[in-house]
């Protein structure tokens, strides 16, 4: 049920490079970008704070390599979302939010580096801190970055916004019969195979007691209402 004071207080938010590039040619939208600035920026009035991993989808992936070496490829999937985590930046201070980049990489002339008691400190005070470079290690994905640094940063929730509204029992842009999933354990998405998040990130979010909300970011408004309490898309949880 929809509130009229946030659910949670500290968050991580795992943006993907899909939805943040929310459909137009080329690599990002920055128009679109705002407007998610522009929401955060309500939220944080009402007390909210923001940790934010970002994916790099919409310029690398990985896996997309061919016959590259596959470290080789990550760490150009690295660069990529320190890429998209530098234009947030850009845009959440443009629109009033004091925002800061760290990376699991050091690139010292344009970001910090991640060291987890400065981001707490960067929290505390109000800024919205933006993690780049995943965790900094091959094989590994930025929803797997994504639990590990709410963990590390204690966050009440993995707010999970994606290009698809919630967590079906198969994909539904291949599957007109799957359902859609209100709410779901960790068991059973692994069980399933279900490719809602990689098995990685739902392991290690089963075995740390992190609580995972799933939604679309067809609408940026979304982040708010599911902040805010709204019954929308997937809840991920333990038994």
């Known amino acids: 049920m929809e509130t009229k004071t946030p659910v949670y207080k500290r968050v991580l938010l795992k943006l993907s490079g899909e939805a943040i590039s929310n459909g137009k040619d080329g690599i990002l939208n920055f128009e ?114 994504a639990v590990v640094r709410a963990a590390e940063i204690g966050a009440d929730v993995v707010l999970m916004a994606k290009n698809i509204d919630a967590i079906y029992t198969a994909d539904p842009r291949k599957d007109k019969n799957a359902q859609k999933l209100s709410e779901i354990t960790y068991k059973e998405i692994l069980a399933r195979g279900l490719q809602a998040m990689d098995s990685t990130a739902t392991s290690f979010a089963m075995d740390n007691n992190i609580s995972i909300h799933v939604f679309g970011l067809d609408n940026c408004e979304n982040i708010y209402k599911v902040i805010m309490g709204a019954e929308m898309g997937t809840v991920v949880k333990g038994e």
């Open 32 to 145: 679109y970008i705002e407007k998610i600035a522009s929401v955060l920026k309500k939220c944080i009035n009402d007390g909210v704070q923001f940790g934010i991993i970002v994916g790099a989808g919409n310029i690398w992936r990985g896996r997309s390599g061919g016959n590259m070496d596959r470290v080789k490829a990550d760490h150009m999937g690295m660069i990529a979302t320190c890429i998209n985590a530098l234009a947030l930046q850009e845009a959440f201070i443009r629109c009033g939010i004091d925002a800061e980049v760290m990376t699991a990489v050091e690139m010292k002339a344009f970001a910090k580096p991640f060291v987890r008691d400065d981001a707490i400190t960067a929290l505390n005070n109000g800024k919205v801190v933006i993690f780049g470079a995943g965790l900094g290690i091959p094989f590994v994905s930025t929803d797997t970055a």
